[in-house]
């Protein structure tokens, strides 16, 4: 059974950062792109960043130089650092196990979502 658990959510100001990580088990993750995605209160969930099998990434216009993602294929983690947080950065994270379109840098999701992690940040 394949399971996204996230972890490191929490109550910042503005100005401060927090570390997201999500653990992959089951039978994904070391060939599989991976994904934060984030859904605020009355918005579409949109993509955060995305990281390739070989640490390829992509960002969100919206949190590029602020956020960074990695992973640790041995720990089945991926892992969102994001720093200079502001209040609009307050959403429900999910994580995502996906893949890049052939050829290109855009991201698919897949099915297969995390319970996401809640992510407020104080003015």
């Known amino acids: 059974q394949v399971r996204l658990v996230e972890s490191g959510g929490g109550l910042v100001q503005a100005g401060g950062s927090l570390k997201l990580a999500c653990v992959a088990s089951g039978n994904i993750f070391g060939s599989d792109a991976m994904a934060w995605f984030r859904e605020a209160p009355g918005k579409d969930r949109e993509l955060v960043g995305a990281?390739?099998?070989?640490?390829?990434?992509i960002y969100a216009d919206s949190v590029r130089g602020r956020f960074t993602i990695s992973r640790d294929n041995a720990k089945r983690t991926v892992y969102l650092q994001m720093n200079s947080l502001k209040p609009e950065d307050t959403a429900i994270y999910y994580c995502n196990a996906g893949g890049f379109e052939f050829g290109s840098t855009r991201y698919i999701a897949s099915h297969l979502w995390g319970q996401g992690t809640q992510v407020t940040v104080s003015s």
């Open positions: 990281v390739s099998d070989v640490r390829t990434t």
